[in-house]
C-alpha cells in the first residue's frame, strides 16, 4: 500500500476543511529556496553515496522535517516504511517514483515511494520496504543493494515511516499493482537535491499556519507536471540535508 500523504487541507475552506489537502497545486508558493547551495554531482555517485550512509551521521545534523507536526487521527501512530530507489543511469542516478491511481478514497493521484504499513512477519524496516516494493511496483529485493536508513518521519495520518534508500540498476521488468499504482517514473536525483527547486508553500486554517515542500518536475515539455509534495518532498529533503551536512 502506498502511504497518504500528509499537510492539513488547505483547498476547502477551513469551515469545510478535513485535515487533508485536496489539491497542493492550489496552495500558494511562498518562495523557492534557491539560496541554499546544490549537492555537488561528485557526491551523488553510487560509491559516494555508499562512503556517507556506511558512516555516523555528522555532529548535530538533523532531519529538517522529522514529521507533519500534528496527527489528524485518533489512532496509535504504526511503523511503515518506504523505499527510496536509486536508479543508475548512465547519466546518473534517477529517483524511482509512483504516481496513486485516481480511484483511490485517500490521495488519489498523489506521488509517493514504493512503501506502506509494517506486517507482523516483517523482520525490519528494510523488510517491510522490500517487500512493499516488490508488491507494488515488482522491484524484487535481490535487485537492491540497500545501503542505509534516514530518520524516522511521522505522518499526520499516524505512520512512523522509516525512509530505506537502495541502489538498483533499471528493474529488468516492472509489475504494477494495478489498483493502487497509476504509473512509475523517474527523476534525476541531481534535480531532486538542488533546493531551487524545492518551493515552499503555507496553509491557513482560521489562525494556524502550516508550511509544506513541493518538488514539481516534468519529463518532456508538453508533459503533465508530476507534483513531488508532502511526506515525499520533505523525506527527499531530508536526503538532501543529510547529504549537505
Known sequence: MSLPETPPDAATPPSRA?????????????????????????????????????????AGWRPEFPGDDKLLVD?????????????????????????????????????????????????????TALREA???????????????????????TAYEVTPVVGLLDPPRSLALDAFEVAEVFEVPLAFLMDPAHHRRH???????????????WRRDPGRDEYFIWGATAAMLRNLYRFLAA
Open 134 to 156: 516488490r508488491e507494488e511496483v515488482g522491484i524484487e529485493a535481490e535487485e537492491v543493494e540497500v545501503i542505509g536508513r534516514l530518520p524516522v518521519y511521522t505522518t499526520v
Open 202 to 216: 503555507e496553509v491557513r486554517m482560521g489562525e494556524i499556519s502550516r508550511q509544506f515542500l513541493s518538488m514539481p
Open 18 to 58: 478535513r485535515g487533508l489537502i485536496r489539491d497542493a497545486r492550489l496552495v500558494p508558493e511562498l518562495g523557492r529556496d534557491g539560496h541554499l547551495p546544490a549537492i555537488s554531482p561528485a557526491l551523488l555517485t553510487p560509491e559516494a553515496l555508499r562512503e556517507r550512509f556506511a558512516h555516523p551521521l555528522a
Open 75 to 127: 489512532r496509535h501512530v504504526r511503523p511503515a516504511a518506504v523505499l527510496v530507489p536509486l536508479v543508475r543511469r548512465p547519466e546518473g542516478l534517477t529517483v524511482l517514483l509512483t504516481r496513486r491511481t485516481e480511484h483511490l478514497n485517500d490521495h488519489a493521484g498523489q506521488v509517493s515511494f514504493p512503501g506502506g504499513r509494517t506486517d507482523p512477519e516483517d523482520a525490519d524496516a528494510v523488510a
